[in-house]
Nanobody, 124 residues
Framework: QVQLVESGGGLVQAGDSLTLSCTSSGDTLSNFAIGWFRQAPGKSRQYVARILGAGNITYVADDVKGRFTISRDAAKNTIFLQMNNVKFEDTAIYYC?????????????????WGQGTQVTVSS
């Protein structure tokens, strides 16, 4: 059973940088795409980025492109979300999850093994 755990959230100021981590307490994070999503109060869960099941092929949502980067450290079995130049509208709970397949998608319903989330709050 794969249980994902997010960490690294916190309170930051607009323009700051923050790195979120996603680790697994069970199986490897390889072989399946891993996605980052976020959910702000009163809003639906939003796709942020994903990394394919092996290697370093990544996709990032248009509204964070150029600011957010997703990466993998296979030796540490960890997926990172590097957030640069954060904005007030980036405030949300950030979740990682494992896709049912290798290539992943933008659809949250294709993901499982959701972590508990980590809160990111950006002050303006």
């Amino acid at each position: 059973q794969v249980q994902l755990v997010e960490s690294g959230g916190g309170l930051v100021q607009a323009g700051d940088s923050l790195t979120l981590s996603c680790t697994s307490s069970g199986d490897t994070l390889s072989n399946f795409a891993i996605g980052w999503f976020r959910q702000a109060p009163g809003k639906s869960r939003q796709y942020v980025a994903r990394i394919l099941g092996a290697g370093n092929i990544t996709y990032v949502a248009d509204d964070v492109k150029g600011r957010f980067t997703i990466s993998r450290d296979a030796a540490k079995n960890t997926i990172f979300l590097q957030m640069n130049n954060v904005k007030f509208e980036d405030t949300a709970i950030y979740y990682c999850a494992r896709h049912i397949g290798f290539y992943g998608s933008r659809d949250a319903s294709d993901y499982s093994n959701w972590g508990q989330g980590t809160q990111v709050t950006v002050s303006s």
